[in-house]
């Protein structure tokens, strides 16, 4: 009120901006939202003059990116959203995190570019002058398996290129892993006709594998909401929530749980019909198959065996420990598919997960199952041991004595 003219005010997201929006109903102006998943027309009503006062709120789309007329207050959270790999998922994740003081001088100058104008900040003098001098480029903190994945689709080698920030070369080449990892990539790096349909589904290459595993319509609208659930955080709130992926995928279909967050199960649905629309799978099938498979397909190092005679104990396929409480319904599991792991020191605790069945990971990963026979010495027993094991990857899935062990690896024991 001590100010004339529209207001610009700065939020991290599409969540503030709702809710700020609701809490200025009864204000006597128009409140407009401003962001990039805005159709045109929406975007258009909060760039176009209005005869009342405006009060836009607005994502950093507006620091550059367009141009507010009639603003002459800009108020500033001093927060943002980027993308960041999230090591719970293995997937990039929107955090929220301060502006840098170049990002908050670009915003203040959004206030009176045609008359005065004033910028008001909602933080303290002495936390803006610790702030980063600039915003460090998305590239450089970014996971690249998305990047590398297209690049392999376009046939484009990144030294070739000239980047304004060229790509880390650890990152580049951990991304090309996981995408061999994902079969998108062949041995010498070039794309696989896998690699290509992922690349069409416009999505990260882990959940793309998945989706792309799914065969019928049942199955791929399991896909598309265990794509949707993946991409959103855990719909069940609470530390101490079962593991169990089905109770989450339950609540997409009405079921209900005390501890539910109606606000994500909300944007889990919708983004689930996008993946729906992306496969080509009508609206109305029913979800069907085999979660534990198809989050193997996208997540093969998460594949989890059990360890010992300890329920909850694990062995992921990555080489790395996992725990869930002895409590949980899936502690007894001798395999599971995890989807979400929750980093604790040397191990890990699993958050969600879903029980996988051998023979079906068998049929899936043939190529990954190695069958083989030793011996060691056992300094418990004095004596060489001849056992037989099938494993899958670094985990050892049975494992059995032989009643006589060859020479060769005897001698080999001993030596």
Do not use: C, Y
């Amino acid at each position: 009120r001590e100010h004339p003219g529209d207001v610009l005010a700065f939020l991290p997201g599409w969540g503030e901006i709702r809710r700020t929006q609701e809490r200025l109903s009864g204000l006597d102006a128009e409140v407009l939202p401003l962001h990039g998943e805005l159709p045109p027309v929406e975007q258009d009503r909060a760039l176009r003059p209005s005869e009342r006062r405006k009060v836009v709120l607005a994502t950093s789309i507006a620091e550059t990116s367009l141009t507010v007329p009639g603003v002459r207050i800009v108020v500033d959270g001093g927060f943002r959203r980027a993308p960041r790999l999230d090591p719970a998922t293995g997937l990039s994740r929107l955090v929220t995190m301060r502006i840098s003081r170049a990002a908050a001088e670009q915003r203040a100058g959004r206030a009176g570019r045609t008359a005065p104008g004033v910028a008001i900040r909602l933080w303290s003098e002495a936390l803006h002058r610790g702030l980063a001098p600039q915003d460090r480029p998305e590239i450089l903190e970014a996971e690249l398996s998305g990047l590398a994945l297209d690049l392999a689709a376009w046939g484009a080698e990144p030294e070739a290129l000239s980047w304004l920030d060229p790509p880390p070369a650890g990152a580049l080449a951990a991304a090309r892993a996981l995408l061999r990892d994902l079969d998108a990539l062949d041995a010498e790096g070039r794309i696989t006709a896998m690699g290509r349909r992922m690349a069409r589904l416009g999505t990260h290459p882990r959940l793309a594998r998945m989706l792309a595993a799914a065969e019928g319509e049942g199955e791929k609208a399991l896909a598309a909401d265990l794509a949707a659930l993946l991409e959103e955080r855990d719909p069940i709130r609470g530390r101490e929530a079962p593991s169990d992926i089905h109770l989450r995928l339950d609540l997409l279909h009405g079921a209900d749980h005390p501890n539910a967050d109606r606000a994500a199960i909300h944007r889990i649905r919708r983004a689930a019909a996008l993946h729906r629309r992306r496969l080509g799978v009508h609206g109305t099938a029913q979800p069907e198959g085999d979660a534990g498979a198809l989050l193997a397909a996208g997540f093969p190092d998460r594949i989890a065996a059990k360890r010992g005679v300890m329920d909850g104990a694990f062995r992921l396929a990555s080489g790395q420990g996992a725990r869930l409480p002895a409590t949980d319904p899936l502690a007894k599991s001798p395999l599971l598919a995890v989807a979400d792991l929750e980093l604790q020191g040397t191990e890990a605790r699993i958050r969600m997960a879903a029980p996988l069945d051998r023979a079906v990971l068998e049929a899936r990963f043939p190529d990954r199952f190695i069958r083989e026979e030793g011996a060691a010495f056992d300094p418990r027993t004095g004596a060489v041991q001849a056992r037989r094991r099938l494993r899958f990857g670094p985990l050892v899935l049975e494992e059995a004595p032989l009643p006589a062990a060859d020479p060769a690896a005897v001698a080999s024991a001993l030596a």
